[in-house]
């Protein structure tokens, strides 16, 4: 991608999500849309493609300027229909010549969803990845498991299960605190892992877990506004996404 210059390039990958301590002093932006400030790990970046097309830049990656957002799709989709998305990156790209695509928010989704199966991958290759019921229920009831997730299609049941065995090593019984259903179900899930039928996962390594979670909040905070974004390595109100 080529944008327009004076802006330095810069990473969009936080800290957390390469494995280096995060701390609460982390490079903030600011939102076109909602005017809010948060640190970048929470936010998605737009630069602008060769051909001029306004593009997500889920890493970050992109030489020159680039304009944030910090909004759900839903937002989204309504400031596209309100014209509001036009202007707030005509005055982040400043004297550019822009192209918004009708389906900027599906990329987007598309590119976050990527990333986390990406990582998810690369975690999987380094070892760091727990599967398997029984050996994820072993692991959680002697309290070795950093984060929990479950696939969209997971059945209640076994979910359940692997919760209560979670919340027992973690001595939260009484609390309900649940695993994370994942926005992948077990078909993409079995496809980013090179495995079958990948239903649930662990993670007790908890540098992996951060990598994880760090691209996560951020996919589900941009699904559903409720949900939390990265804030110093952690997420802010962070029992919203064990659903």
């Known amino acids: ?35 809010e400030t ?10 602008i493609s060769p051909e001029g097309d306004v593009l997500p830049d889920p890493l970050a990656r992109a030489p020159g300027r ?5 909004v759900s799709r839903t937002q989204l989709d309504e400031a596209i229909a309100a014209g509001k998305l036009r202007g707030a990156l005509a005055r982040a790209f400043k004297g550019a010549q822009l192209s918004v695509p009708d389906n900027l928010p599906q990329l987007v989704e598309t590119a976050l969803v990527k990333l986390l199966a990406d990582r998810l991958g ?5 070892g760091k990845l727990i ?8 692991h959680a009831r002697s309290g070795r498991v ?8 997971a059945g209640e049941d076994g979910s359940k299960k692997l919760d209560q065995a979670w919340r027992v090593g973690r001595d939260a019984e009484g609390t309900g605190q649940r695993g994370t259903v994942l926005p992948l179900d077990r078909a993409a899930l079995s496809v980013a892992l ?12 908890e540098n992996a877990a951060e990598r994880v979670q760090a691209v996560l909040m951020r ?25």
Request: hydrophobic share 45%; glycine share 10%; net charge neutral.
């Open 219 to 243: 996919l589900l905070h941009f699904l559903r506004a409720d949900a939390p974004v990265m804030n110093g390595g952690e997420a802010r109100n962070a029992s919203a996404v064990t659903n």
């Open 146 to 153: 950093s984060l929990l997730l479950h696939a969209s299609d």
């Open 122 to 126: 690369l975690e999987m290759r380094a």
């Open 1 to 35: 991608m080529r944008t327009p210059p004076h802006e330095p390039v810069a990473s969009d990958i936080s800290e957390a999500a390469s494995g280096r301590g995060h701390k609460a002093s982390a490079p903030e932006r600011r939102c076109i849309l909602s005017g």
């Open 66 to 70: 680039g304009a944030w957002l910090g």
């Open 38 to 47: 948060a640190p970048k790990d929470g936010l998605i970046r737009l630069a």
């Open 194 to 205: 090179g495995r079958d039928n990948v239903v649930h996962m662990a993670l007790a390594d």
């Open 131 to 138: 599967l398997g019921s029984d050996r994820i229920a072993e």
